[in-house]
């Protein structure tokens, strides 16, 4: 009988603990939940969301009747947007600028802008360059950083126009190393059509990569911006290095 109580009383201090540290956990898991929300909210201030782009572009589908579809994109000078490939360009080969294509700086309720130029890589990862008018009181922009600080925190958070909807942000984690031959990092967020281009920020509110593809968590993926480095150099756009890597500066010229 006493082995019995004993064994009773094991058996319910046994269950309370378990019972305390179910709670705990779940209390850190929404307290890691409200933080990441607390800090996506703050880092899609009004300044960062003036520089997203809501991109239209009309065709034809291949019949009579044309077809709108939707996408985002973002400035990275006062003249220059990146964005997905496909949001931009024909998917079928030579993979050529799409023709009526409108953007619009600052949202949806932003006057429409016809890109005057359109750099499409069909034959490196998913992703264009476009190049706007410019504008003498300029554009806001956003500051690049570098996707391998993923390592140190997996924060990931996206703006875009999915489904044709008024701007909002997403926010989730990377899922880090990047997983296929084009250096794609896979992304636990839910996203929808419409939100390909959108700029991923890191923690720093830094942008690290191009959104490029999927819909449900796990199976969204954007494009780190480190190996498209040699083409956005050739428009003077520089990807910073990694936190921890010093370059010395050069010799002083003579």
């Keep these: 009988s006493h082995s019995l109580q ?9 269950l309370t603990m378990v019972v305390l540290l179910c709670g705990c956990f779940a209390n850190h898991v929404d307290a890691a939940v409200d933080r990441a929300e607390e800090l996506a909210n703050s880092l899609w201030n009004q300044v960062r969301r003036q520089s997203i782009v809501q991109v239209r572009a009309i065709s034809n589908g291949g019949g ?10 973002f400035m990275v000078t006062d003249e220059l947007a990146l964005t997905a490939g496909h949001v931009v360009c024909d998917l079928n080969p030579p993979h050529k ?17 016809t890109p005057i130029g359109i750099q499409c890589y069909p034959y490196n990862a998913d992703f264009a360059i476009v190049k706007l008018p410019p504008l003498n009181a300029g554009r806001a922009h956003l500051e690049l950083g570098a996707f391998e600080d ?5 924060f990931i958070t996206i703006f875009g126009y999915g489904g044709n909807e008024p701007g909002r942000y997403l926010k989730g984690n990377a899922i880090y190393p990047p997983v296929d031959n084009e250096f794609r990092v896979r992304l636990d967020l839910n996203a929808i059509s419409g939100d390909s281009g959108a700029p991923a920020l890191n923690q720093k509110g830094l942008v690290v990569g191009v ?3 999927g819909n449900s968590p796990g199976n969204t993926a954007l494009i780190p911006l480190r190996p498209l480095e040699r083409e956005l150099r050739t428009y003077s756009i520089f990807v910073p290095l990694p936190m921890g890597i010093i370059v010395e500066n050069p010799a002083p010229n003579d």
């Design 97 to 113: 600028p799409r023709v009526n294509i409108e953007m619009r700086v600052g949202g949806s309720g932003a006057a429409g802008v």
């Design 64 to 73: 009579s009747v044309a077809i709108t579809e939707f996408g985002t994109a």
């Design 150 to 154: 993923l390592q140190l925190d997996r």
């Design 211 to 213: 959104f490029v593809a």
């Design 6 to 14: 004993r064994k009773d009383l094991c058996y319910r201090a046994a």
